[in-house]
């Protein structure tokens, strides 16, 4: 009898501690969701200056659209290898073909270069290079293209550049096939 009272308890325990996990997820669920939308609208718009976004391959690829809804470009994900992990980057990309910006995870959002040295290409001086530039300038001096690497860290800076490379080659086929409006350079 003692055995069957434990079990019960036990088990109408569980039964409210369910309850009221399940009632927190569905009240916190909805204000996570937002956030995340709010973080990446947030980091798209560090990349291409938009009224608004539309997503084409979930987390990869959005449109960027003006206030009439005119494609201004697209921005999409990269990822390179560097010396201690991948290198994952947002790119924006005109309607022209050319790099409108370019922003690089940093050490808080999983960049796992060498503090010091490879964290350096999520500063703006090494991000700033590729604004204006076209997919043939997408190498570093070195492999004979426009991007100055870091020095002391020409793997990150390399890795970085070819993510970005390949990524450009991948998706500008997602641009629009008549120029609608250009995103000015800054």
């Not at 569905?26 to 995340?36: G, M, Q, Y």
């Not at 390179?80 to 991948?86: K, L, R």
């Not at 994952?88 to 270069?113: D, F, H, S, Y």
């Not at 070819?162 to 629009?176: H, T």
């Given at each position: 009898?003692?055995?069957?009272?434990?079990?019960?308890?036990?088990?109408?325990?569980?039964?409210?501690?369910?309850?009221?996990?399940?009632?927190?997820?569905?009240?916190?669920?909805?204000?996570?969701?937002?956030?995340?939308?709010?973080?990446?609208?947030?980091?798209?718009?560090?990349?291409?200056?938009?009224?608004?976004?539309?997503?084409?391959?979930?987390?990869?690829?959005w449109y960027a659209l003006d206030k009439?809804?005119?494609?201004?470009?697209?921005?999409?994900?990269?990822?390179?290898?560097?010396?201690?992990?991948?290198?994952?980057?947002?790119?924006?990309?005109?309607?022209?073909?050319?790099?409108?910006?370019?922003?690089?995870?940093?050490?808080?959002?999983?960049?796992?270069?060498?503090?010091?040295?490879?964290?350096?290409?999520?500063?703006?001086?090494?991000?700033?290079?590729?604004?204006?530039k076209v997919l043939e300038d997408l190498?570093?001096?070195?492999?004979?293209?426009?991007?100055?690497?870091?020095?002391?860290?020409?793997?990150?800076?390399?890795?970085?550049?070819?993510?970005?490379?390949?990524?450009?080659?991948?998706?500008?086929?997602?641009?629009?096939?008549?120029?609608?409006?250009?995103?000015?350079?800054?």
């Open positions: 009898m003692k055995s069957v009272k434990m079990i019960l308890s036990l088990t109408i325990i569980c039964a409210v501690a369910g309850v009221v996990l399940a009632k927190t997820y569905s009240v916190t669920n909805p204000k996570i969701e937002d956030d995340k939308k709010a973080k990446i609208i947030e980091n798209l718009s560090k990349v291409i200056d938009a009224d608004h976004f539309e997503s084409s391959i979930p987390d990869t690829l009439d809804n005119d494609t201004l470009g697209i921005v999409f994900k990269s990822s390179g290898s560097g010396f201690g992990g991948p290198i994952e980057a947002l790119v924006g990309l005109g309607n022209n073909g050319k790099i409108v910006g370019v922003k690089i995870a940093t050490p808080g959002e999983g960049l796992q270069e060498t503090p010091g040295l490879g964290v350096k290409v999520s500063e703006p001086k090494f991000m700033d290079q590729f604004k204006g190498k570093i001096t070195r492999d004979g293209g426009e991007i100055d690497a870091i020095t002391a860290a020409t793997i990150s800076s390399r890795g970085a550049t070819n993510g970005i490379y390949d990524a450009v080659k991948k998706y500008e086929k997602y641009l629009p096939k008549k120029e609608v409006k250009d995103v000015p350079e800054e």
